[in-house]
């Protein structure tokens, strides 16, 4: 084959590879249905069969090697099938961290604690204690005062502080805004769910039975049910194996480093709620597939990654 005949062929080529991708830019999955397009099928599928045989048509008549018509169809076929290929994952679970990250509650969750911390004689400031406001409440204690207490001593402590903390927050118990949204479209969807935290089971069931949510859950795993809290994965892999479903297939909702770092042991992504800590507090974990306020970006749809969502 000549230069000249070889660069015509070229030429085709990219030209096809142009056309298909402007005759369907955005594959044959209609995005907010869930569902196929039966007719833009159909029609795909003509306008493939019709490159098919201009590919072969154009060979024979080039009589273009046989070697170089199978990359040519190649070509074609990778053209055609990216869009579907590179399609977004469906998660088959979410699981949810919950104080907050589905609720609003950690600045009553540290003044609770500063308050008790301070008046043993801690000294500890505000700043201080949101840093260590994380994972089970006698590994806080045992963080602050090493050794001081004993099992029983820190077990009231925290019942002591959780009855602190319901009665200030109780007025303002809420889910964030989306939220409700989220979990029912999920439901529906048939995405099995999940709360993973590290408060004990009393505060678990003082929000999912305020809120009415314990329907939508399949599992709820709370400190009791974890000898070691977060950063290690083993809340969210109970969750999983609770759930029946592989970790690499869960998208976990987190609030703090801790919790992300949690996910990423856990080989799972994580979607970080800004409502404590900033984008800069998760420098490093490279499983967070997104930052957000609340969920009212989220605008979970089947089949759509949060990858590609703005």
Same mark, same amino acid.
């Given at each position: 084959m000549d230069k000249k005949t070889a660069q015509s062929f070229e030429g085709k080529e990219k030209?096809?590879?142009?056309?298909?991708v402007l005759q369907d830019p955005e594959s044959v999955w209609h995005r907010g249905s869930?569902?196929? $397009?039966? +007719?833009?099928?159909e029609r795909r599928k003509k306008y493939i069969s019709w490159l098919f045989c201009r590919v072969r048509f154009v060979s024979r008549v080039r009589r273009i090697p046989y070697d170089r018509r199978i990359i040519a169809q190649s070509t074609l076929?990778?053209?055609?099938?990216?869009?579907? $290929?590179? +399609?977004p994952v469906k998660y088959k679970a979410f699981l949810f961290d919950m104080n907050g990250t589905m609720i609003d509650d950690m600045q009553y969750h540290i003044q609770a604690w500063h308050k008790i911390l301070n008046e043993l004689g801690a000294g500890i400031s505000m700043e201080r204690m949101k840093e260590e406001c994380y994972g089970k409440n006698d590994e806080l204690l045992e963080r602050i005062f090493p050794n001081r207490f004993s099992s029983a001593?820190?077990?009231e402590m925290s019942w002591e502080k959780e009855r602190q903390y319901q009665e200030s927050f109780r007025p303002h118990l809420k889910l964030l805004d989306g939220l409700p949204e989220v979990l029912a479209k999920a439901k529906e969807d048939g995405i099995k769910m999940a709360i993973g935290s590290a408060a004990i089971m009393f505060n678990i069931d003082f929000v999912v039975?305020?809120?009415?949510?314990r329907k939508y859950f399949d599992a709820l795993i709370s400190a009791d049910e974890v000898r070691v809290s977060k950063p290690d994965p083993e809340t969210f892999l109970v969750c999983a194996e609770k759930l029946g479903i592989t970790p690499k297939d869960c998208l976990v909702f987190e609030d703090s480093p801790k919790g992300a770092e949690a996910a990423a042991r856990a080989g799972m992504d994580c979607a970080v709620i800004t409502s404590?800590?900033?984008k800069e507090d998760f420098e490093g974990l490279s499983n967070i597939v997104r930052f957000m306020k609340d969920y009212t970006a989220f605008n979970w749809q089947p089949n759509i990654h949060p990858k590609t969502q703005p």
């Open positions: 030209r096809m590879k142009q056309t298909i869930g569902k196929y $397009n039966r +007719s833009r099928r076929i990778n053209a055609i099938f990216e869009p579907i $290929n590179n +399609s001593e820190k077990k039975d305020e809120l009415h949510i404590l800590h900033e």
